[in-house]
């Protein structure tokens, strides 16, 4: 049923009046420099932060065996975060309405050269409609209107009527071993809603995401004579040509793909990171590349990752070095599968409309070529995954901002939406 004009008016209005402390609480998320492994400052934070509006608390630590047991289980490798999960817990006097799970991460990615920024990168500046900083869009600015919409609800005398999850993750840039943790653990509701930074659309379809390094060793010899060796680098650029084949080879099988098939590029090869040699005049004896590639909905991680080893085996016995020496590849974080959401659910109606109330337009879908958590709600817990957040700009590089103003828009959405999917309550101070 939907929600009556006036509850949702009052509702925005709600939103409205704590968004002073919303943005401010975002900045503080932001001023954690919650890079892989630095994350356990800031969910202790969340923690403290939840607990005070009294939700029943639990941390959640990886359980390394159960997620190297699990089809998308992420590989643990070092520098594998070791920083808890953290879900604060609400529960209805009366269960009348439909759990939800309102899930965000924590985790960073790295700035990079810090004099390219305008400002610090974990200093949350603020001009005009934009928050700068490393995180401010991907996705602190989604991790607190987590905790606002349920505020805006709780300070018009309301709460939900109907079991709520609030996870805050870590991993989710690097394995998604966090978000499936919660799985393993148990925990499950009738919808999910992750306000990742989408420009205010629905993600209709998500890429699977592989991780993968390869090594290359050479001779090394004086660079005098150069010829008697074999460069590693070199060597790792022919390998990186062999990869660009096949990641064309997968774009050209994005016919009838009804999500894919309209985009140019669909599958992306990164080669994000490279290292080797040990001296300048040595010819250098070893070279590693960190990778990642999309794979399309519905193809098996374990398939791509073979496919993966073959083109660059096939490749090596065609090299005149290689074929002696073949290349080593191993995968060391990402080893997940996409995932496609279906039309017409009730929780997907329901956010359109909410949309439809706190924008004026019409929800729209797209295809994003890259990991996002609802993959685990998606594919394992087969509920309703919505993935839905702000307007942002620059995410993963220099100067990444979100909009204010959007960021408004969404948490009056979000807000909505959890009335009208959970039903509402007096609130109950806990």
């Known amino acids: 049923m939907a929600l009556d004009p006036a509850l949702a008016n009052r509702i ?19 001023r ?10 800031i969910q202790d934070y969340v923690f403290r932060c939840l607990r005070e509006r009294g939700y029943a608390m639990e941390r959640i630590h990886m359980d390394h065996a159960a997620l190297a047991a699990h089809p998308g289980g992420g590989r643990i490798a070092p520098g594998h975060s070791e920083a808890p999960i953290v879900v604060g817990i609400h529960r209805p006097r009366s269960e009348m309405g439909r759990s939800l799970i309102l899930q965000a991460h924590v985790d960073v990615v790295p700035p990079g050269p810090l004099d390219l920024w305008s400002h610090s990168p974990f200093d949350p500046v603020i001009q005009g409609d ?32 109907a079991t709520v999850l609030v996870q805050s993750v870590v991993e989710e840039e690097s394995t998604g071993n966090g978000a499936l943790m919660t799985h393993l653990h148990g925990y499950r509701a009738d919808a999910v809603l ?29 660079v005098r004579e150069m010829g008697a060796g074999a460069n590693a680098i070199d060597a790792t650029y022919r390998v990186i040509a062999a990869l660009r084949r096949l990641e064309e080879a997968w774009n050209e099988r994005k016919a009838g793909r009804r999500h894919f098939e309209g985009e140019t590029h669909p599958i992306n090869l990164n080669v994000g990171r490279i290292e080797g040699g040990d001296w300048a005049s040595s010819v250098p004896a070893w070279c590693r ?38 290349p080593v590849i191993a995968f060391n974080g990402f080893f997940s599968e996409g995932y496609e959401l279906d039309e017409g659910s009730e929780a997907e109606r329901v956010l359109a409309a909410s949309h439809r109330a706190a924008t004026g337009t019409d929800l729209a879908s797209f295809m994003s070529p890259s990991y996002l958590d609802t993959r685990v709600h998606a594919l394992y817990d087969r509920v309703p995954a919505l993935c839905y957040g702000p307007i942002s ?22 807000a909505l939406f959890i009335a009208e999917w959970c039903g509402t309550e007096p609130f109950e101070e806990r």
């Not at 992750?194 to 004086?222: C, M, Q, S, Y």
């Open 12 to 30: 925005a209005a709600s939103v409205e009046e704590g968004f002073a402390d919303q943005v401010a609480h975002t900045q503080a998320l932001v």
């Open 130 to 161: 934009w928050m700068y900083g490393r995180g401010a869009a991907d996705m602190k600015a989604g991790h607190a209107a987590n905790l606002f919409a349920l505020d805006a609800l709780a300070r018009i005398g309301l709460q939900p009527a």
């Open 393 to 414: 700009e620059n995410i993963h590089g220099f100067d990444e901002r979100v909009s204010l103003s959007s960021v408004k828009r969404v948490t009056t959405a979000m």
């Open 32 to 41: 954690f420099g919650s890079v892989r492994g630095a994350e356990h400052a």
């Open 194 to 222: 992750i306000p990742e930074p989408e420009d205010e659309k629905l993600v209709r379809a998500n890429t699977g995401v592989l991780w993968f390094t390869v090594e290359v060793r050479g001779t090394p010899v004086h």
């Open 289 to 326: 590349i960190a990778c990642r590639i999309a794979i399309y909905p519905g193809v098996s991680a374990a398939d791509a990752a073979r496919e993966i080893e073959g083109a660059v085996s096939d490749f090596a016995r065609t090299d005149a070095f290689l074929a002696k020496t073949p």
